[in-house]
């Protein structure tokens, strides 16, 4: 590949602040993603950059950023596919930003319980067991959310008003309710709420950009099909 200009939004309380833009220069091998380009950069031209990353293989959602204003995972984004002489890195909107490309997502989870059915191994099917003994054991994925927060970026409505429940959310509790329908009255009060589902309007844009394939969207309308008790429940 040719060389290759990747410019990044970068941010140090104190030191870059306000945050502006950096260019780094690098000839890429064919296969890299951004996250490669990144390690490459902190090792070589810039150590003190900020960045995260943990599964290098799309998930745990650390690594999401916007690539050219969109939400992308860095380390499934390959430079080669972007087809664009500069690359553009920033970090996710809607989510306070602690340095460069990392941004505290907590906000994610502060509605999800500890006891919802998302977080538990399933006993019928043995899981438990499966994820705590022997040399055979195995991960099993409870979910397809992997908390990227690519979608709450993405939402026109969730970046206009910071009380919005967001996509990811609203995808949580819709999936709780249909795997655990005596949670429906409790939940579908807090996703009814006037910074709930009825804010949401219907952009599409998170499930556009959810690496994973949740289709956020989906699961908001089943919520409103809930409360108006139109269509199909989810
Ligand atoms: S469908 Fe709703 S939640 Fe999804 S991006 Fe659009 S406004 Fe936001
Ligand atoms: S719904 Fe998709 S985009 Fe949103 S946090 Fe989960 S994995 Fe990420
Ligand atoms: S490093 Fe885990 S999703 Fe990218």
């Given at each position: 590949?040719?060389?290759?200009?990747?410019?990044?939004?970068?941010?140090?309380?104190?030191?870059?602040?306000?945050?502006?833009?950096?260019?780094?220069?690098?000839?890429?091998?064919?296969?890299?993603?951004?996250?490669?380009?990144?390690?490459?950069?902190?090792?070589?031209?810039?150590?003190?950059?900020?960045?995260?990353?943990?599964?290098?293989?799309?998930?745990?959602?650390?690594?999401?950023?916007?690539?050219?204003?969109?939400?992308?995972?860095?380390?499934?984004?390959?430079?080669?596919?972007?087809?664009?002489?500069?690359?553009?890195?920033?970090?996710?909107?809607?989510?306070?930003?602690?340095?460069?490309?990392?941004?505290?997502?907590?906000?994610?989870?502060?509605?999800?319980?500890?006891?919802?059915?998302?977080?538990?191994?399933?006993?019928?099917?043995?899981?438990?067991?499966?994820?705590?003994?022997?040399?055979?054991?195995?991960?099993?994925?409870?979910?397809n959310?992997?908390?990227?927060?690519?979608?709450?970026?993405?939402?026109?409505?969730?970046?206009?008003?910071?009380?919005?429940?967001?996509?990811?959310?609203?995808s949580?509790?819709?999936?709780?309710?249909?795997?655990?329908?005596?949670?429906?009255?409790?939940?579908?009060?807090?996703?009814?709420?006037?910074?709930?589902?009825?804010?949401?309007?219907?952009?599409l844009?998170c499930s556009?950009?959810c690496?994973?394939g949740v289709y956020p969207a989906r699961h908001i309308?089943?919520?409103?099909?809930?409360?108006?008790?139109?269509?199909?429940?989810?």
């Open positions: 590949m040719r060389s290759l200009e990747i410019k990044i939004s970068r941010f140090k309380p104190g030191v870059i602040d306000p945050p502006a833009f950096f260019t780094y220069e690098l000839t890429p091998a064919p296969a890299w993603t951004v996250l490669d380009a990144l390690e490459q950069i902190r090792i070589h031209q810039e150590p003190s950059l900020m960045y995260r990353r943990a599964c290098h293989h799309a998930s745990c959602g650390t690594c999401a950023c916007t690539v050219n204003g969109v939400e992308r995972l860095a380390c499934r984004t390959r430079l080669a596919d972007l087809q664009t002489p500069a690359i553009t890195l920033e970090p996710l909107r809607c989510f306070q930003r602690v340095g460069d490309l990392v941004t505290v997502r907590s906000a994610l989870f502060q509605f999800i319980q500890p006891d919802w059915s998302c977080l538990q191994p399933d006993d019928k099917r043995g899981d438990r067991d499966l994820l705590l003994s022997g040399p055979d054991r195995t991960i099993t994925r409870f979910e959310c992997i908390e990227c927060g690519c979608c709450v970026s993405a939402c026109p409505v969730a970046r206009s008003n910071r009380h919005f429940l967001g996509p990811a959310v609203l949580a509790v819709s999936r709780e309710i249909k795997k655990n329908p005596s949670t429906e009255k409790d939940l579908l009060t807090l996703a009814a709420a006037p910074d709930g589902e009825p804010a949401c309007r219907r952009a844009a556009r950009v690496p994973t309308y089943a919520l409103r099909d809930r409360r108006t008790g139109t269509g199909n429940k989810p």
